[in-house]
């Protein structure tokens, strides 16, 4: 069973910066893909960043230019640096891992923007 377990959520203020973290339990290179979601109450989960295994990148309109992802293989750990916060931003997120046909979720972790 695969795991993944998200940290880095927390209250921050508009303009601010957080670094969410993603830790899968098996070999992170077996996926082809890692992503991060967000999701707001009553809304759809979209997609934020996708990191490839091979490192092409695909970033949200909203957030291109203030949201970075990487994935560090050997940790098992995807990151979402996230700078220049705004309260639009405020969703739970989630990671993804892609192994074709398989998607996994981790449980959520919660960043709200406001000052």
């Known amino acids: 069973q695969v795991r993944l377990v998200e940290s880095g959520g927390g209250l921050v203020q508009p303009g601010g910066s957080l670094r969410l973290s993603c830790t899968t339990s098996?070999?992170?290179?077996?996926?082809?893909?890692m992503a991060w979601y967000r999701q707001t109450p009553g809304g759809q989960r979209e997609l934020v960043a996708q990191?490839?295994?091979?490192?092409?990148?695909i970033y949200a309109d909203s957030v291109r230019g203030r949201f970075t992802m990487s994935r560090d293989n050997p940790k098992n750990t995807a990151y979402l640096e996230m700078n220049s916060l705004k309260p639009e931003d405020t969703a739970v997120y989630f990671c993804?891992?892609?192994?074709?046909?398989?998607?996994?979720w981790g449980q959520g972790t919660q960043v709200t923007v406001s000052s």
């Open positions: 993804n891992a892609h192994s074709p046909p398989h998607d996994y």
């Open positions: 098996e070999n992170m290179f077996s996926f082809e893909t």
């Open positions: 990191a490839a295994r091979y490192g092409s990148r």
